[in-house]
């Protein structure tokens, strides 16, 4: 099964093309981004607006349902982390060879973060965590399995857009309920550019 990644831009892609991917890219316009021609390594692009993560991981999963009948792992990455094609291969060897249902490699020490269990710590294990911080998660079929549909009815409903408490309160429970494992690839080291966003960000729906 083919493992796909879903990543977003403003003016740049920031996934770092250093070798032919083997797992599927598909891109997302992110905010006021600039039309955006396709590299040929690229399989699609998703030409709607998005505003946050929220509304990212819908309009993914959308895709996903409308073009996959089976796929591996499922990651969703923002525009303002630099990751190279080789590093994210990795990642997925590492999660497989550990049966992880929820991973993201480890934020280089000079990065904008919120969570300190997700910066390297030095060393190349697997660290246990409870979750992964929702700016480069990616997920296993059976994690995607048991969040595709009521996340997407959720937002069919409710309109929302930001990613707050996906990653910190959604992502664990999902976890418990297939008894699954999540952890922070520490052998990977990648660097989150932007400052973390505020939460009082209104939105187009008028949420925060």
């Avoid at 998005?50 to 991981?57: G, P, R, V, W, Y």
């Avoid at 796929?71 to 049966?99: P, T, W």
């Avoid at 399995?145 to 664990?172: C, H, Q, R």
């Amino acid at each position: 099964m083919k493992d796909v990644m879903f990543v977003s831009f403003t003016e740049d892609l920031h996934l770092i093309f250093d070798k032919i991917p083997d797992f599927d890219i598909i891109v997302l316009r992110y905010g006021d981004a600039k039309e955006y021609q396709v590299p040929a390594m690229v399989r699609d692009i998703i030409d709607v607006k998005t505003e946050c993560k929220a509304d990212i991981i819908y309009h993914s999963f959308k895709y996903l349902k409308e073009n996959y009948k089976s796929y591996g792992y499922v990651g969703f990455f923002d525009d303002d982390v630099d990751i190279k094609v080789s590093q994210y291969e990795n990642c997925l060897r590492i999660a497989k060879e550990h049966n992880l249902d929820l991973f993201a490699p480890s934020l280089s020490l000079d990065s904008n973060h919120s969570h300190a269990h997700t910066l390297n710590n030095g060393s190349n294990e697997v660290k246990l965590e409870p979750w992964v911080e929702v700016m480069m998660p990616t997920l296993s079929h059976k994690l995607v399995d048991v969040m595709i549909g009521p996340f997407m009815k959720t937002m069919e409903k409710y309109n929302f857009k930001s990613g707050w408490g996906i990653d910190a309160d959604l992502f664990p429970d999902l976890l418990k309920r297939i008894n699954g494992k999540c952890g922070v690839i520490h052998q990977e080291v990648v660097q989150h550019k932007r400052p973390v966003t505020s939460g009082g960000r209104v939105f187009s729906n008028g949420m925060t």
